[in-house]
């Protein structure tokens, strides 16, 4: 039976609300305003995850979080987006993996609150016996350079560069491996996923990918970190200066945000629940410290 036109448009509505994640999201802040949505980056928002317990006992609200894998069209871009539809009404804040220029924050009118510096894993396949590498030469294979393993010490094997360039406008991330998409080899596998950055390096005896620190390898997974200058990617190597590949991960909010979005920022920032999770995903927190980092900066002694 043909659709009458009241039928039709209600239809689209409801196609079009679920093709637009974040209107969902919204859409259920606005439901109740005592539910904050929070919405971003996969690896900022393990974080907050981890956290939720803890924020909505400081806050007495309830958290409606969004990220697992950046997907349904998340990221930092949605992240951004959902904390600018903040209201009264409904109150949203982003999460994200990437620093923001001052530009960018002027320009879409928000506020950047630093979490933790993540270090970003060079991932080959357990196969692989190669255990280690200079800097020098991961950036050497990453810009086709060096092209088969035995050229550090591995098989004869052609390397099979996976790689997931997300954020290309914006500092930071993967650009502590090399500054632009452009340095990159251009025969690669470019990955739309974390997920999939996994999943590809596990299929190919031969790959190396890029993944932060924060991802939760599951039993089917068939990868392993490589010691980058003899440092493995630790939040102490990362303090140190001596392993040199990582990201920022903060949360971000429009200029007005409730007071408690700002406790459970400030909770995420210094409580004593964030040490832990920082220990288990080796991240190095900044306190609360303002700033956007382009290289590790010491934690003050205490």
Known sequence: MPLGYRQFKTLLAALLLLANPLHTFA??????DSVITGAGAHFAWVIFDALKPDLERITGRRFDLHGLNSGLGLGCKAGIKLARQNSPEHQTFGFVCCPLSKEELA???????????????????????????????????????????????????AIAVVTRLHCKKRPGHWKTILPSDRDFREQRLNASSAAEMVKRVSAFPSAIGHIGSTWDFGPQSRVRPLRIDGFEPT???????????????????????????????????HGKAMRVVARRYQLLPLAGDGQQHESPAPLARR
Do not use: C, M
């Open 27 to 32: 859409a259920k802040a606005a439901a109740s």
């Open 107 to 157: 320009e879409k009118g928000l506020v950047l609150y630093p979490i933790a510096l993540e270090p970003i894993l060079i991932l080959v396949n357990e196969d692989n016996p190669v255990t280690g590498l200079s800097s020098a030469q991961v950036r050497a294979i990453f810009r086709g350079e060096i092209t088969n393993w035995k050229e550090v010490g591995g098989r004869d094997q």
């Open 235 to 269: 939040a102490e190597n990362l303090k140190t200066h001596d392993y040199p590949f990582f990201r920022q991960l903060s949360a971000v909010t429009d200029h007005s945000p409730s007071a408690a979005v700002l406790r459970a920022i400030h909770e995420v920032q």
